[in-house]
């Protein structure tokens, strides 16, 4: 490899771990995701929870009480959904599909 060569490639990697600092440092903190139950759609639940529902997508009944969704830490409690229900961090006895 030619002195060029070494030096280009010396200076590329140089910017490299200087762009990836920076932008580290400026990406902000990801909130961390907790299970919220009781606020999926019908289908769209992030995994099991109970009886009528064995993973991802199973839930029969829109606001299922015992299916989950991945939501943003600190938001559950607080969706508004229809027919004053709440979501909850813990699994729900209420909109469970008929077995």
């Known amino acids: 490899m030619s002195k060029t060569s070494k030096f280009s490639a010396a200076t590329l ?24 139950y ?10 099991a929870a109970g009886p009528g529902t064995t993973c991802a997508g199973t839930s029969k009944v829109d606001y299922q009480g015992n299916a989950w969704k991945y939501v943003e830490e600190g938001t559950c409690t607080e969706m508004m959904l229809p027919g004053d ?9 209420r909109d469970l599909p008929a077995m």
């Open 13 to 36: 990697a140089g910017a490299l771990a200087v762009a990836a600092g920076t932008i580290a440092a400026t990406t902000p903190a990801q909130a961390a995701n907790v299970k919220c």
């Open 38 to 47: 009781g606020v999926a759609m019908a289908g769209q639940n992030d995994c």
């Open 85 to 93: 229900r709440m979501g909850s961090l813990d699994a729900l006895d």
